[in-house]
């Protein structure tokens, strides 16, 4: 799948961000500096914070949780190589399945990559039955993308609903300290 794209072409992806210890807007805001500062990766636009109940194994801290919208010209596998890797250097730990972590980084959607392997699956599978990633992606998806209208109204049912007790806790104003690529 990732041949499919020429070298140093442009793909616009969306990842997801969660966090539930330690200090955890900053190690959220870490992790998306960190992001940008990758030759290879801007960071476009960053959701709110939100915070959420946890879901799967309930009897932890409660999440926050974001999304961003990026552009790359790392390929699919090489951009989650890169998440692992920013979770390793801020000390995510893993323990159990679904269990806390001080950082989380999902990849959610590359360009309309479709992918079915262990190591990377696109979209992510999950993505579209979870309050907290649907509301803050539906802050930074972009309006052209084929997934919009699904995201917004899974987005605005899930705050309809209350779903995942999920409500805003700060707003962000986010600027790329990085070049557009090719200028
Ligand atoms: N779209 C994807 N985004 C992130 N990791 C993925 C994806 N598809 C497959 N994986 C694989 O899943 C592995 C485990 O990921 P992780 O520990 O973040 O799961 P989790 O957060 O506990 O659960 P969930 O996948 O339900 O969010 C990663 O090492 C990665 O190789
Ligand atoms: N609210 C919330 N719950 C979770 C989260 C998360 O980021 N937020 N991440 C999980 C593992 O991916 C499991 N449960």
Do not use: C
Not at 54 to 74: C, E, K, R, W
Not at 80 to 108: K, V, Y
Not at 150 to 172: C, D, F, M
Request: no cysteine; hydrophobic share 40%; aromatic share 6%.
């Amino acid at each position: 799948m990732a041949e499919l794209y020429e070298r140093n072409a442009e793909a616009e992806a969306y990842i997801a961000l969660g966090s539930n210890m330690g200090e955890r807007d900053k190690l959220l805001m870490d992790a998306i500096e960190r992001i940008d500062a990758h030759p290879e990766i801007r960071v476009l636009r960053v959701s709110g914070i939100y915070e959420t109940e946890p879901v799967g194994y309930t009897d932890q801290p409660s999440f926050l949780n974001m999304a961003i919208a990026v552009s790359t010209t790392l390929e699919p596998l090489a951009l989650l190589r890169e998440q692992l890797e920013q979770e390793r250097l801020l000390g995510r730990i893993r323990h159990e399945r679904w269990g806390p972590r001080t950082i989380d980084l999902d990849l959610l959607l590359y360009d309309n990559v479709r992918m079915d392997q262990e190591e990377l699956t696109l979209p992510h599978p999950r993505m579209m039955e979870r309050a907290f990633v649907l509301v803050p992606l539906h802050d930074v998806i972009s309006d052209s993308h084929p997934l919009h209208e699904g995201v917004q109204a899974a987005s605005y049912a899930a705050l309809r609903e209350g779903k995942e007790g999920i409500t805003l806790w700060k707003t962000i104003n986010w600027r790329s300290a990085s070049e557009p690529f090719g200028s």
